[in-house]
């Protein structure tokens, strides 16, 4: 399994209106609020933890392989293009460590 963790953060000169069409256009999805400011929202590679902040829109996703992962990625940055035409919003990925499955 490999935890991805998106950081979409407005481009340098970009008002925070773009983060907030991003995240219309992310729970325009099928989506469930779990929190203020944090939703379950069901992409096309998955289900994914939103948390909207003034600043950052972190998405988290678990996907079980690189493919996926790559599917992902890419995914992710066509929604952002699809929110703003591709403009004010830079997106950085990272990992998050997740423990092995217990053997059986």
């Not at 963790?5 to 999805?29: I, K, Q, W, Y």
């Amino acid at each position: 399994m490999i935890s991805l963790v998106a950081l979409l953060r407005t481009a340098p000169g970009v008002g925070s209106a773009a983060l907030r069409d991003v995240s219309a256009h992310l729970r325009s999805f099928d989506h469930v609020l779990c929190a203020p400011g944090q939703y379950l929202v069901s992409l096309p590679v998955g289900t994914a933890l939103i948390a909207e902040s003034r600043t950052v829109v972190t998405i988290d996703l678990v996907v079980t392989s690189e493919d996926a992962a790559a599917r992902a990625c890419a995914a992710v940055a066509r929604e952002v293009e699809a929110a703003l035409g591709g403009f004010g919003v830079v997106v950085s990925w990272a990992r998050r460590e997740m423990p092995a499955p217990a053997q059986r």
